[in-house]
């Protein structure tokens, strides 16, 4: 029997908000049915009409292990119990789509083996930059590049923290309690405040961009919980914007810098307008020079666009005799990837420093000494503890000298205080 | 013999600039090999490092009848002879990889249905867009959506004389002069300055993001060359940039409105930010919501870049025993286009009116009668011929009804001139 005349069988594993959204879109597609969902409350309120209620389950083994299933769709994150179920989906000769950051990021590395192993898809659009097409582009259009830089906001509760402290004047603190209450950061936001979500995503999206494995656990994070109104407020005053940057750049030839932080952006930079919870990722390259592409990072249903996406290219390939190349996920070298202090960047450095004459010209001895050449100084006004708050922006400058240089301001009469450090993208 | 272990052959019908870009940079590939190229003259000195002379030809015909040859790469541009030789082509089993947007454009029809009757891919990420990727990931992750809108800057050249035009403050003869000098205009700029190029990319990449096939006949029309320095200027002050916008859109359910004509764009819209040479492409649908692209629309590099990819990919498919998903195009469907008499636009409207009293009332009252309500008015101060300048930007209006009250207000005694009248984006 041609296997393009039966129905595509779908089992999913997790219906919260995006696997809520998969469920309405695949309506749309009569060559695929749902055949089973799995819950972890079958009784839970839904927000889909007519769902079959019969084709819920609490097991999510029931699906991987149905021999009828061709894809496992799986969106209910983190590493367990998903990494399990998606190695026994694979072991029983399943393709899988997920949207699972967390997991690709930790668990990538086996579960791209032995899905080459035993010739099953693995793909997972909609794990990074949500609805934007990045990880087919990558596979497909641009495969004749060699990427060697990659610049993106990967976490939209961050970017609207961040535009909105921008735009408002207001503290961190302020804007965080509202996005909570607004439903667009979480309770604990410590997975995306502290860099963690977007740290998962830029492993992920390096290893494939730059086709070397990235390992998760040295990409250096820094999330945006220090940045202060002041900082927003000199950083536009210099003609910049910050964002929480992920980032993954080859160095020397064949190491691998990659790293999430926030970073002053200049206005002029394409990132810099990408405001509220939109994505985006920038990619450099040779031959094709440096594209863009931003749209809505998570959500419902630009998730459920990536997912649904993911599904038609299994599906519409099932039954031809080898993986489409957009399928493959070749990267068994490991990147070398190097440590955030022998990079080198150009910072951004708030001091506050009391009001004595020649202050400015003995930070500017101490950061020559450390080989550290300042772009611009902005000294604000004095305040009534008689100390003023000085902001530079060095030129780049290697972060070992930038650290040495930093202590020995601690430890100078004239410094009150290292308000903050944040690297500035060039 | 298992076809993957042989070279895939390639034959190049041209090498100028994009022709010379996918010969450097296919030299990466092993696994590809440039059998024929297609040339006007053999002995033109070519910027192209160690070329084997032996695979030039003058005849075209040698190559897409060569039964070895796998791909035919086209990349001379126009209707003849690439329209001749790629049937050709196609009847002889072969797959094509072309960037000739004015092929597509007219032809495009004939050649799909040929190309689907034969069971061979026809691939084209380098005719729209250069090299942002736009055509594999509507086919591929976007596939899932129902595409109803697109809004994009799809030529390079324009782009770069309006962006000058704004940023110099200078008219359009000067910018259009500069630009080829420096050889980003040609010596008959028609093609580019009067939209032929942007509606030639468009009316492909509607029929694709909205699965019906458009005529490049009905596609409205209108260039730049009427943009005036004052235009630019008062635009700036009213908060928007003018850009050469290509646009397409369902129209009251299943109707496509598609059309290229300079547009007042907002600058807080994100194709306000595209500068110079880049080109952009915004798409709104659902589930995705509006995702946007950005990167080089031209040049020998970013065009390789999207040619190399899709040979790449028929490449990888090649032996397969279906054709890949993103290799399909199914358009059988022809589009109903709505004439531009038909849409709803805002406007914008400069006119010269004498400095009577009452002027403004008149034009208020004369909008009024055709249901034309005004959004803003601006009036500049008054010259030596005792006239102003008066500049009107319009709520949603009938563009017949925008046409009888031109035709109205230039009867009117104290309307000297309407200077311009250019869409604005919503």
Same mark, same amino acid.
């Given at each position: 029997m041609d296997q393009s005349d039966k129905k595509i069988k779908i089992g999913l594993i997790g219906l919260g908000t995006v696997g809520s959204g998969v469920v309405k879109v695949l309506r749309d597609f009569s060559e695929i049915e749902i055949k089973k969902i799995a819950v972890k409350n079958i009784n839970k309120k839904r927000d889909i009409d007519n769902l079959d209620m019969s084709i819920l389950t609490t097991d999510p083994f029931e699906i991987v292990n149905d021999p009828e299933i061709d894809i496992v769709v799986e969106v209910i994150g983190g590493v367990s119990p998903a990494y399990e179920l998606l190695t026994t989906a694979i072991n029983n000769g399943k393709h899988i789509?997920?949207?699972?950051? /967390?997991?690709?990021? !930790? !668990?990538? /590395?086996?579960?791209?083996? +032995?899905g080459k192993e035993k010739n099953v898809a693995i793909l997972y659009e909609a794990a990074i930059a949500g609805g934007i097409p990045i990880i087919m582009p990558i596979k497909t259009t641009l495969a004749g590049n060699k990427i060697n830089k990659i610049e993106a906001i990967l976490n939209g509760t961050t970017n609207y923290i961040l535009s909105k402290m921008e735009k408002d004047g207001v503290s961190y603190e302020t804007v965080l309690k509202e996005a909570q209450e607004l439903g667009y950061a979480e309770t604990d936001p410590t997975g995306d405040v502290e860099g963690y979500d977007a740290a998962y995503k830029i492993a992920t999206l390096a290893t494939i961009a730059l086709n070397k494995r &990235? =390992? @998760? %656990?040295k990409v250096y994070r820094e999330g945006i919980t220090k940045i202060s109104a002041n900082d927003m407020k000199f950083a536009k005053?210099?003609?910049?914007? $910050?964002? +929480? @940057?992920?980032?993954?750049?080859?160095? /020397?030839? =064949? !190491? &691998? =810098?990659?790293?999430?932080?926030?970073?002053?952006?200049s206005v002029k930079d394409c990132l810099a307008s990408i405001n509220g919870v939109t994505n985006s990722v920038v990619l450099e390259g040779f031959p094709v020079g440096r594209?863009?592409?931003a749209g809505p990072g998570a959500g419902e249903f630009p998730t459920a666009s990536s997912v649904v996406g993911d599904i038609l290219a299994i599906s519409k390939s099932l039954g031809s005799n080898k993986l489409l190349p957009m399928m493959e996920c070749h990267h068994e070298t490991n990147a070398i990837q190097i440590d955030i202090k022998n990079t080198v960047n150009k910072y951004y450095i708030s001091i506050t420093a009391a009001n004595t004459p020649g202050v400015i010209g003995r930070l500017g001895e101490i950061f020559g000494r450390h080989n550290i050449s300042l772009a611009s100084v902005l000294q604000k006004g004095i305040d009534k503890e008689?100390?003023?708050? @000085?902001?530079? $922006?060095? /030129? +780049?400058? %290697?972060?070992?000298? +930038?650290?040495?240089a930093v202590s020995e301001l601690k430890n100078t009469n004239c410094i009150v205080k290292i308000n903050n450090i944040i690297r500035v993208m060039e």
């Open positions: 789509v997920t949207a699972n950051k /967390e997991l690709l990021a !930790k !668990k990538g /590395e086996p579960l791209f083996k +032995l &990235v =390992d @998760i %656990n005053e210099l003609g910049y914007k $910050i964002k +929480l @940057i992920a980032m993954a750049k080859l160095f /020397e030839g =064949d !190491k &691998v =810098d990659v790293r999430v932080h926030p970073m002053l952006v594209v863009m592409m008689n100390t003023a708050e @000085i902001v530079v $922006i060095t /030129e +780049l400058s %290697n972060e070992n000298n +930038l650290n040495d």
